[in-house]
């Protein structure tokens, strides 16, 4: 009873405001975005100047984009918003909630929207492994925006004092190993490396697996892999790294605070989201180095970041202007211009085809990096009930990491945690 | 007999603004939580249905749950008392009179003033191994560094000692405001009748401090459960739940993992633990206050 009321004021609430706007915004569609940023630098300003450009393009219709802080508060506040009878049409969000929002039946799938032939091709102009998140059940959900991989950051002036090859990152586990000790300050004061376990560990870790030839999860996104032998071994080795092999702090290591470790040269390398390649070369005073993730069976990275989303309640006028939005914001030369003043991912073959990204890339190859190791690249752990999932995922890693469980045991647990959500999805 | 009905209408529609407000605010949205914590976590495609207590019995079987209670046990230990006593010291401390004391207040009541967040950032980068300024205070002695808050055993520890920077100067306020209405003549009549220091503060000062000290131990105790804004920055309640508090356990449980259900579940504990705590102050210690 108390739904229908609330619903009922909100009703009236937004009729009143439309009849006070009717006159105001006749002709024109109206569209709220909600976008988050989860990396530092002003990509608010950037996002805000790309829809001021589509605005201009488009007089007819106005674009309301709302930054929304991290992943986490974007999707908080779209769904509250949505649920509260507040308009939204569409969102960029964690690439990994598309179950959660198909649960939610929050969006629309793309294949619906779609109309004619060249619409179609368009669903296919992205890289592949870019799609792997927003696809599932034979449809597409989302469009990748401001997508990532991890590479590897290192420190070339640190090479060359400790007598490495700084054109010639380390390309496998046990060369990462080697150039971590040789790296590596007796007392302390630097490390080797360090890959960080807060706020994503379950990322970072889908990097190890990858490399070790396992992905943690299926396709259907209702079963997880934490428990298989290669999983186990890829956590050995993360908690090795601080234990065994001391290139690394022990216990966990903040996410928040680690580029501001690199730059001031307290680690020869890290492993860091993409989207923080131009923040690095905007601020680093030393000679730096961007490569691919070393490899121990296979090289691999999970990709990350946010995709577009179209919110199901909508009108089919809103539905046109929302994938006018989503293609003028994914457009090759918008694309570019994206990636190279972030350092995300040009989201297609065509972006880095332009003339403008080419240039780029001769001044500044490190800027094709996450490309290249697309081809090495897989889904980002995602599943149904994928909050829980992933927290237990979570737990279990920050756990081995801080020395309080072994990884069979932490993992197991993790893998019973996660079956025990998923049995009802399969 | 009109003119009391009157009386009493009068007095209903005084009341009303307020009645209103806390109905509208406090006793809806408890009744609200209560019943929500009844239903299963629904979704279109399998709606919600009434499970009775077994969100209670899948609580009970919780082992994070457990951990956050004990977590929370520990930072308000950890927090109340030391808080209170530094407050005490401090309010004792700028009550005398000395010059640039205006300054000194300023400094101790300035964590107060900053929002919780930024206090989280600042401290974030005290603590970040190598390069924050705990670690490099300690190098300057030659002592190694330490990772703060990635080890479960400091973390805690960590975020208690920030949290009572954070806090004892707002209770310094309550106890300053009322150290200034005491009679000096107290004192010196104390200290006439030979009475050392101690004895004047344990025997006079702070049975006088005491209503104070009830309304800034239920603030205190009140604080620490509600206080979590600086997880979000620090830890995220990691690693492995070794920092996390209920309150933010319900935020993840509720918008993290949009089990709202649930969450409303565990904030009926909270509640419940809120309403004891403040019953007990009130009906136990009250009796043991002495007020003027």
Redesign the interface.
């Known amino acids: 009873m ?1 739904h229908r009321m609330k619903n009922g004021l909100m009703a009236a609430a937004t009729a009143a405001f439309m009849m006070g706007s009717a006159t105001v915004a006749q002709a024109a569609t109206e569209l709220t975005m909600y976008y988050p940023v989860a990396v530092g630098g002003p990509l608010t300003k950037i996002v805000d100047g790309l829809v001021d450009d589509f605005m201009k393009e488009n007089p007819d219709i106005k674009v309301n984009a709302i930054y929304a802080g991290n992943y ?1 508060d974007a999707r ?1 506040k779209a ?1 509250a918003a949505l649920k509260s009878g507040e308009p939204a049409q569409l969102s960029v969000m964690f690439s990994i909630d598309i179950y ?1 929002l198909i ?3 929050a969006i629309v799938a793309f294949d619906d929207i779609v109309e004619t032939a060249e619409e179609k091709a368009w669903l296919d102009s992205f890289y592949p492994t870019l799609m792997q998140n927003g696809r599932t059940a034979g449809k597409t959900w989302g469009i990748p925006f401001q997508r990532s991989t991890i590479v590897m950051y290192y420190n070339k002036d640190k090479f060359r004092a400790a007598g490495l090859d700084p054109e010639n990152a380390p390309a496998t586990w046990d060369e990462l190993v080697e150039a971590g000790k040789k790296l590596t300050a007796a ?3 630097e ?1 080797g490396m360090m890959i960080p ?3 994503y560990p379950y990322w970072m870790f889908g990097a190890l697996t990858m490399q070790n030839d396992q992905v943690l999860m299926n396709g259907a996104g209702d079963t997880t892999f934490f428990d298989a032998p290669a999983t186990v071994e890829a956590l050995q080795f993360w908690k090795d790294l601080g234990t065994k092999h001391k290139v690394m ?6 996410w ?2 680690l580029r ?2 690199f730059l ?1 040269g ?1 680690t020869a390398i890290m492993w860091h989201s993409t989207g923080n390649l131009t923040a690095v070369k905007k601020n680093a005073t030393f000679d730096f180095g961007v490569a691919m993730l070393p490899e121990n069976k296979r090289r691999g990275t999970p990709t990350g970041g946010g995709n577009f989303y179209i919110f199901k309640q909508t009108s089919p006028e809103e539905r046109k202007a929302a994938m006018k939005l989503i293609r003028f914001m994914t457009n090759p030369e918008r694309a570019a211009e994206w990636s190279m003043k972030t350092g995300y991912m040009g989201v297609s073959p065509a972006a880095y085809d332009t003339k403008q990204l080419q240039d780029y890339v001769k001044t500044f190859p490190y800027a094709a990096v996450a490309r290249d190791q697309l081809e090495f690249a897989t889904a980002e752990l995602s599943t149904f ?1 994928t ?2 999932v992933r ?1 237990a995922l ?3 890693i ?2 081995v ?2 020395g ?2 072994t990884p069979e045991k932490a993992l197991t647990e993790a893998q019973e945690t996660a079956d025990r959500l998923l049995k009802a999805y399969r | 007999m009109r003119q009391d009905t009157l009386r009493h209408v009068y007095g209903w529609l005084l009341l009303t603004p307020a009645a209103i407000l806390l109905v509208a605010f406090t006793h809806y949205p408890t009744v609200a939580t209560f019943i929500n914590s009844l239903f299963s976590k629904g979704n279109p495609i399998r709606p919600s249905r009434f499970v009775g207590f077994e969100n209670y019995a899948l609580m009970m079987e919780d082992p994070i749950f457990w951990k956050v209670l004990g977590n929370n046990a520990i930072f308000a230990l950890g927090t109340i008392p030391t808080s209170i006593a530094l407050a005490i010291v401090m309010a004792l401390f700028v009550n005398s009179r000395l010059p640039g004391l205006g300054l000194v207040r300023m400094a101790y009541f300035t964590p107060t003033v900053l929002p919780m967040i930024a206090v989280a950032n600042i401290w974030l980068f005290f603590y970040t191994p190598g390069i924050g300024l705990i670690d490099q205070i300690l190098g300057l002695f030659g002592l190694p560094g330490h990772n703060w808050l990635g080890d479960p055993d400091t973390v805690m520890p960590a975020i208690i000692v920030m949290t009572i920077w954070k806090e004892a100067g707002f209770f310094m306020i309550f106890y300053l405001a009322a150290l200034q209405n005491i009679p000096a003549e107290l004192r010196e009549a104390a200290l006439l009748e030979g009475a050392s220091r101690w004895t004047y503060f344990r025997r006079v000062l702070f049975p006088l401090l005491m209503p104070t000290t009830l309304f800034v131990l239920i603030n205190a105790v009140l604080n620490s459960f509600k206080l979590v804004d600086h997880l979000f920055v620090l830890t995220k309640g990691g690693p492995d739940n070794a920092s996390n508090l209920l309150l933010y356990y319900i935020f993840e449980t509720a918008f993290s993992f949009f089990d709202t259900t649930y969450g409303a579940t565990l904030t009926v504990v909270l509640l419940l633990l809120l309403a004891v705590f403040a019953l007990v102050q009130f009906f136990l210690l009250d009796k043991r206050i002495h007020y003027r």
């Open positions: 108390f986490n908080i769904l959660e649960e939610q039946d007392d302390g004061s490390w376990s807060t706020g702090p022990e216990g966990t290591i903040e928040g605070t501001k470790n001031e307290k009930q909050g829980r927290k979570d737990d279990a920050q756990a990491l801080t309080s469980k």
